[in-house]
């Protein structure tokens, strides 16, 4: 499923208290759109990494009280509850790498999946269980889980989506140079996926299961970060190399000069209609990304205006790009002219 999907399941599966895990290769967000969802339903997270867990933790600490039973004081063990765990209000208590814990840990939450309590614990209405762990086949540190715990969840399958992760970059602050670039090399979001069964993919699949660095949705975000902070050029190819690895920050830089090549765009939206249109893809992705996160309600007309002299999968782009920054764009007058025109791409 892709996230908008998971997104969605969750927030039904949530409601029902219906436990749910998520499978899916490292990097890819599975924890994020978890969050996502507490934060759309305005209600807490609590993040539990199982695999830093012994079994005693998840019951607490046992304690000895006195009391009086007859003439005698006999001692009795009560079991504290670990802070941790929620005694009030409402959330998601995220299991998060629940097959990686040790067995004896993930049978230690057994009735807390279930039965929604631990010994003298009981989980308040208010919270919903969600659990997720990586694929054994991504050489992520697993362990197998019994099919007593698998039962007990319903289980989605997280897919990376180009056109997810390109709607949650333009609102989160990552860098226009990387958005640009995943546009144009879309197959390098996620390298840990498995294009076809040739068995030359089979081969870069497990080749790059050994590499130290890959690229992943996770990564690229850790690669924004370093890309705002313009770091000199005499670094620039290794800092990315340890990033996403020496292939992708090998394309990545090859676009940089691109990008880097681009007219002044303020100059450009100078003169919409008469400024050059440039032909080769690459470029053509770095201008729609680069115009779009420009694009504010005083300029919008002559944006468009260049827009308008674009092919038409690049105006799309700019346009769809530059209302996901910035809803008010869909206020102005030359949005809608554009909008009413093109409504069957752009919905």
């Not at 599966?13 to 934060?39: E, F, R, T, W, Y």
């Not at 996926?193 to 990564?219: C, G, H, I, M």
């Not at 468009?304 to 869909?330: I, S």
Request: proline content about 5%; overall charge neutral; some cysteine.
């Amino acid at each position: 499923m892709r996230p908008s999907q998971v997104t969605q399941a969750l927030e039904y599966l949530i409601k029902a208290k219906q436990p749910v895990m998520l499978h899916g290769s490292p990097g890819v967000g599975k924890s994020q759109v978890v969050k996502q969802v507490a934060d759309k339903l305005g209600i807490e997270m609590i993040d539990l990494r199982l695999s830093q867990l012994d079994p005693v933790d998840l019951r607490g600490v046992p304690s000895v009280d006195k009391e009086k039973v007859g003439k005698k004081e006999v001692g009795k063990t009560n079991w504290n509850v670990p802070s941790f765990l929620p005694t009030e209000g409402k959330g998601i208590l995220f299991l998060d790498e629940i097959n990686s814990a040790a067995q004896a840990t993930q049978a230690a939450a057994y009735q807390l999946v279930l039965d929604r309590k631990l010994g003298d614990y009981e989980l308040p209405d208010g919270w919903a269980m969600v659990a997720a762990g990586n694929r054994s086949t991504d050489r992520a540190i697993v362990n197998q889980m019994s099919t007593a715990l698998k039962n007990r969840f319903t289980h989605l399958n997280y897919e990376v989506n180009n056109e997810d992760w390109c709607e949650w970059a333009l609102t989160h602050n990552i860098a226009i140079e990387v958005l640009g670039f995943i546009r144009f090399r879309p197959m390098l979001l996620n390298e840990f996926e498995q294009r076809n069964e040739t068995k030359e993919e089979k081969e870069r699949v497990q080749r790059l299961k050994d590499a130290q660095a890959f690229a992943t949705p996770r990564s690229w975000e850790f690669m924004s970060k370093v890309v705002q902070q313009q770091p000199s050029p005499d670094i620039e190819y290794e800092l990315y190399s340890g990033i996403v690895g020496e292939g992708c920050a090998a394309e990545f830089m090859g676009y940089l000069k691109y990008y880097r090549n681009l007219p002044n765009l303020d100059a450009l939206l100078m003169a919409p209609d008469k400024a050059k249109v440039p032909e080769e893809p690459a470029v053509l992705y770095a201008l729609s990304t680069g115009l779009a996160a420009k694009a504010t309600p005083d300029n919008m007309e002559r944006v468009v205006k260049y827009a308008l002299r674009m092919p038409a999968e690049f105006q799309v782009l700019l346009v769809k790009d530059a209302v996901t920054r910035d809803n008010a764009l869909t206020n102005t007058k030359s949005f809608n002219e554009w909008a009413a025109k093109n409504s069957n791409v752009l919905f």
